[in-house]
């Protein structure tokens, strides 16, 4: 990790821990059935041995993804400043976004199923450039909304015209 | 028309005029422009089915007229439930026979007024306003139709008490009193010839040489004229998208008025728009490759709220441009009317920046002072984009797999919109670190003395 702009003096928050579970599980939910199916469409198709080998090869990419992943999830990191939010992510693009709390225009809390089983939530802000997508997966519900207050009063509080 | 009213002597006081809070009507001929654009669709139709069965296949024909009349009553319909009013600062346009519309615009909240003219319209002398409002949704007022200089009367009043409105009531002082209008101050005129030549050699005009090159290529090697008439679907897509282009930058005048600045243009269809020097999000400077051997370029703005998507979306994508084609000391003057002391794109990307973008490394410079950002990039053409600091929506730190090794990063400005970022490509990273550290601050500057002034 070098060279990452104002690491010194920046207390970075993270994510929840059990947002890699999450991810974990929506990956084995893509990667199980998949392989099951590959497996037996190529096994029932050609030889028994070919749909061995595809299974197998599909969980091989399933654990590849899950490595990916928990890099990504150990990436995410986000920091409240007196005027602004940054959040950094990415593993191989790296990218760190300072949002002003007077420019988001609102903010939204989402949670899928697996998430929402394990009690997390995205936190999303939007400004009026849709360039500038900034969010937070993987905070405790209670966090999330608690983040979502204070971002919203603060939003308020330091409100710019466009 | 309800009776024109007189021309009002000493013109527009910001209070209204006694006859604005009565409902008015639209033009009588409104429906049938409205329509315009069908019924020529329609009469073309009808004449090519003509042509197509010589014997007159009459019940065709008779079809044909059932619905032309359908169109034109139900715009006739249209025409008789629609009425509009100005009251208390607010216009109100009432719609729709079954489905009854009640629309009222705020005029204190009101973007900008455009006074477009369709082809068809200016035959009659008439004239559509259109508001614009802030909202995402491009659904704005529209006044459809009225007479042009009913239309560039209404628009200065609604517009004069739009900014009555807006204004706290203690400074309705000196402030507020009515303004003679002032004798425009022409900026910029867009030379026909110059726009003709810029369009040919722009992108769509290479596309239409290419296309008629190799046709001609085609036919000489096997000399059967037929064989394109598969292919003519494709000039005729290239061919509109080089007209519309022409259509819609012919004729641009870029003018001063009290309000901002005027923007004229249109062969056929003339628009007139009002841009207020506050509301641009960013202007951007372009200079393809075969311009710059003529010291042309292109000068376009973006401007805060939604552009009309109606008439087709490319055209909501791309910006405006102020100097459709123009010198570079056009572009100098319009840019220091926009904008206070632009600064220039001075520093170059560091030399480490080189091996990466081996194609753009020549244009690729920045600079920034406490008010603005101007970026510069691109491969052949050369695009610079000034970004006021107190406009940026967000600021972020991007770096990639190949810039890493390289020890660079890219730093980009966000504003409004979906269209614009200025991106300071490929800056060495300790500058990129200082960067992102300092812009927010700068930005932060930016914002409370726009909101002081």
Not at chain 1, 27 to 56: F, K, M, Y
Not at chain 1, 68 to 97: C, N, P
Not at chain 2, 333 to 344: K, V
Request: aromatic share 6%; glycine share 10%; charged share 20%.
């Amino acid at each position: 990790m070098t060279a990452e702009p104002g690491d010194a003096e920046i207390r970075w928050q993270r994510p929840s821990h059990l947002l890699l579970r999450a991810r974990r599980i929506q990956t084995a939910l893509v990667t199980v059935p998949a392989a099951l199916a590959g497996g037996i469409v190529a096994g029932t198709a050609g030889s028994a041995a070919l749909g061995l080998g595809i299974g197998l090869g599909l969980v091989v990419v399933g654990l590849l993804c899950e490595r990916f992943f928990a890099r990504r999830v150990a990436a995410w990191g986000y920091a409240e400043r007196r005027d602004d939010l940054m959040v950094k992510r990415g593993v191989m693009v790296r990218r760190q976004s300072v949002i002003p709390y007077g420019r988001m225009q609102f903010i939204d809390v989402t949670a899928g199923p697996v998430e929402r089983s394990l009690g997390l939530a995205t936190v999303r802000m939007h400004t009026a450039a849709a360039a500038s997508d900034a969010r937070i997966p993987g905070l405790d519900k209670a966090d999330a909304a608690k983040l979502r207050d204070q971002l919203a009063s603060l939003g308020e509080s330091q409100a710019a015209g466009l | 028309m309800t009776a024109p009213p007189p021309h009002p002597v000493p013109p527009a006081p910001p209070v209204p005029p006694a006859d604005m809070a009565a409902w008015h009507r639209l033009h009588p001929l409104s429906p049938l422009i409205r329509t315009g654009r069908h019924l020529v669709a329609l009469g073309i139709l009808v004449l090519l089915l003509i042509f197509a069965n010589h014997s007159g296949n009459n019940d065709d024909f008779i079809s044909d007229i059932v619905v032309v009349g359908i169109v034109l009553i139900a715009g006739v319909i249209s025409w008789l439930v629609t009425r509009w009013q100005v009251a208390d600062g607010v216009l109100r346009i009432e719609t729709g026979l079954i489905r009854r519309q009640s629309l009222r615009f705020p005029l204190s909240q009101v973007q900008a007024i455009d006074v477009v003219q369709t082809g068809l319209a200016r035959v009659f002398g008439l004239a559509e306003l259109r508001l614009r409002m802030a909202g995402a949704d491009s659904s704005g007022g529209r006044l459809a139709c009225l007479p042009l200089a009913d239309a560039e009367r209404l628009r200065e009043q609604l517009l004069a008490m739009g900014h009555a409105a807006a204004r706290p009531a203690g400074a309705a002082g000196p402030a507020s009193a009515p303004a003679p209008p002032r004798p425009e101050r022409v900026l910029f005129r867009v030379q026909s010839e110059r726009l003709a030549g810029a369009i040919i050699l722009s992108r769509p005009g290479a596309y239409a040489g290419t296309a008629i090159a190799v046709v001609i290529l085609v036919i000489a090697l096997t000399g059967k004229p037929g064989i394109i008439v598969p292919f003519l679907v494709f000039g005729f897509g290239i061919v509109t998208s080089v007209w519309r282009q022409f259509n819609t930058e012919f004729g641009t005048v870029v003018a001063e008025a009290p309000d901002g600045l005027r923007l004229r243009s249109g062969l056929v269809q003339t628009a007139a728009e009002t841009i207020r020097p506050g509301r641009v999000q960013a202007v951007r400077l372009v200079e393809p490759l075969l311009w710059r051997a003529f010291g042309w370029c292109r000068l376009e703005v973006d401007v805060a709220g939604p552009r009309q998507r109606r008439e087709n979306r490319s055209e909501g994508q791309r910006l405006r441009a102020l100097i459709p084609v123009g010198s570079r000391a056009d572009a100098d003057r319009m840019l220091g009317e926009l904008l206070t002391a632009p600064p220039r794109p001075t520093h170059p990307a560091p030399a480490g920046a080189r091996v990466k973008t081996l194609l753009s490394y020549h244009f690729l410079a920045w600079a920034g002072d406490d008010r603005y950002v101007v970026a510069s990039r691109g491969r052949i053409c050369r695009k610079t984009t000034w970004v006021p600091l107190e406009k940026v929506q967000s600021i972020r730190w991007v770096q990639g797999p190949w810039q890493r090794r390289l020890g660079l990063a890219t730093i980009r400005l966000d504003v409004a919109g979906r269209r614009v970022t200025a991106s300071i490509q490929d800056r060495g990273v300790a500058e990129a670190n200082e960067l992102l550290g300092e812009l927010p601050d700068l930005a932060r500057a930016a914002r409370s003395r726009g909101l002081v002034s």
